[in-house]
């Protein structure tokens, strides 16, 4: 995805829809969390909450025509919060069973 202004501008009112709810509920902590993932994805160009994304590699996947996203497993330290803790083994054990797939191809 090529960034530009129009895109920044998009991107920022859908954050802006997604937080509205957290915003509402004035609870702080969550609102931070939201925001920071929020923020991830788009510094880090994370593609789609793990939520979202298909158990079976789609077959853009197998020929690697698309990246996959993949942040280490973290042995030191505490993970930032629940979602980033499942979110990054979600991907690690996907691409762990799709790597042989991905080989036979």
Do not use: A, C, W
Request: cysteine-free.
């Amino acid at each position: 995805m090529k960034v530009n202004y129009l895109n920044l501008l998009k991107i920022s009112s859908e954050i802006d829809e997604q937080i509205k709810p957290f915003l509402e509920s004035n609870n702080k902590k969550e609102v931070e969390k939201q925001i920071i993932f929020q923020e991830q994805q788009i510094l880090y160009n994370i593609p789609n909450d793990f939520r979202k994304l298909t158990i079976n590699p789609s077959i853009d996947e197998l020929n690697e025509k698309e990246m996959t996203f993949l942040q280490p497993n973290k042995i030191i330290g505490p993970y930032d919060d629940l979602n980033q803790y499942l979110d990054t083994h979600f991907r690690l054990l996907k691409e762990d069973f799709s790597s042989d797939l991905k080989e036979g191809f």
